[in-house]
Structure formats: C-alpha cells, structure tokens
C-alpha cells in the first residue's frame, strides 16, 4: 500500500508537459504552457510600475516549440496560405537551435514596423549569463500567421549558472526596457536540460 501512495504522489507532482504529449493537452493545459511555464515567463517594467508584463518564452525549447505547433495546428484554418517567415524561422531552428536561444515576446504590429524602434531594440537587447552580458544578433519579425516578434542571442557555455535573464527593449509597450528571467533547474524536459 505505501508503494501505492508513493506512485499516486509521483504522479500528481508529474507536470502534465512531461505526463503526455501536446495533442493531448486541453486547451487551458496549452494556454497555461505557453503564457506560464519554465520555458514561458512575464516581460516585467525596468524601474516602472506603469506598464503590465507582456508574454515571453524561449522558441528554441523542444516542448516550446512542440507547443507552437499544436497551437498553429488548433488554430490556423486547414486552407491558411503557407507563411515564407514562419517557414523560414522553422529552418533556422532545425539548423541552428543548437547555437542560438531564441526569445519571443509580443511587440505590437505598429511598433514592429518602426525602423527607429526595432534599432534601438537591436542594439539595447542582452542576455545576461552571471557577469557576461551577450548582445542580440538579429530578430524575426512578426508574420501574417505568427504575431511574436523573435530575438536570436548566440548561445553560450551554461555552466555554473543556475539563473539568467533577458535585458531587452520591447516598442510600444508603454515602458519599453524589461526583464525575463528563467531558472535552469525548473528547465528539465524528459531528463534533459532544455532551452
């Protein structure tokens, strides 16, 4: 009867992304997956209480990436007409997700078109690893079937960090400068480290 207990207690502490595959997540398992999640965390205000945290999550993390494309597929209709950036973004990803992280956030289409502003989120984006401080190297914009704004950061040696945390500039979000923070120890996958 205790082994009985131990299993019934392994099971409800076994987060329902490690328990079954996406397809088989409810709708609100999905919503939840991607807007709060080890993988999905707030863009909180620098130095402001004005502006509300806006949604964040690494796209380059297989059960993000597997949870994009169960929300595509619930999503966009069978006869949506196919997407060059989305398809382009998942050739980046099949060819260079190893090298690169990869942050969405949600930037307002009208502020996405602004030269000016996505220059200055180019050049005021960092990942912050401990006391190194890596400068983004490019962007995804948003695209007529995927609405996040993507920005790449080169990928770099983890060891020893136990935290780290996105510095970035969003436009138009009435407090621009924010902060997304991710824990590794919460970032297991089935067994393995996954970002």
């Given at each position: 009867?205790?082994?009985?207990?131990?299993?019934?207690?392994?099971?409800?502490?076994?987060?329902?992304?490690?328990?079954?595959?996406?397809?088989?997540?409810?709708?609100?398992?999905?919503?939840?997956?991607?807007?709060?999640?080890?993988?999905?965390?707030?863009?909180?205000?620098?130095?402001?209480?004005r502006?509300?945290?806006?949604?964040?999550?690494?796209?380059?993390?297989?059960?993000m990436?597997?949870?994009?494309?169960?929300?595509?597929?619930?999503?966009?209709?069978?006869?949506?007409?196919?997407?060059?950036?989305?398809?382009?973004?998942q050739?980046?990803?099949?060819?260079?997700?190893?090298?690169?992280?990869?942050?969405?956030?949600?930037?307002?289409?009208?502020?996405?078109?602004?030269a000016?502003?996505?220059?200055?989120?180019?050049?005021?984006?960092?990942?912050?690893?401990?006391?190194q401080?890596i400068?983004?190297?490019?962007?995804?914009?948003?695209?007529?079937?995927?609405?996040?704004?993507?920005?790449?950061?080169?990928?770099?040696?983890?060891?020893?960090?136990?935290?780290?945390?996105?510095?970035?500039?969003?436009?138009?979000?009435?407090?621009?400068?924010?902060?997304?923070?991710?824990?590794?120890?919460?970032?297991?996958?089935?067994?393995?480290?996954?970002?």
């Amino acid at each position: 009867m205790p082994h009985l207990f131990a299993l019934l207690f392994l099971l409800a502490a076994t987060p329902f992304w490690e328990a079954k595959p996406c397809a088989d997540w409810s709708e609100e398992e999905l919503l939840e997956f991607m807007g709060n999640s080890p993988w999905a965390q707030p863009a909180e205000s620098v130095g402001s209480r004005r502006s509300g945290a806006i949604q964040a999550f690494l796209a380059t993390a297989k059960p993000m990436q597997a949870a994009e494309l169960e929300y595509r597929r619930r999503r966009l209709p069978k006869d949506t007409p196919a997407d060059p950036s989305w398809d382009e973004f998942q050739e980046f990803l099949a060819r260079d997700a190893t090298k690169y992280l990869v942050l969405a956030v949600s930037i307002p289409i009208a502020a996405s078109q602004d030269a000016r502003e996505m220059a200055t989120m180019e050049n005021d984006s960092f990942l912050r690893l401990g006391k190194q401080k890596i400068k983004m190297s490019g962007y995804f914009p948003p695209s007529p079937t995927d609405p996040w704004t993507r920005l790449i950061f080169p990928r770099k040696d983890f060891k020893g960090v136990k935290e780290f945390d996105f510095e970035i500039y969003v436009p138009g979000t009435g407090t621009s400068y924010r902060q997304v923070f991710f824990r590794l120890k919460e970032m297991t996958y089935r067994g393995q480290l996954e970002m």
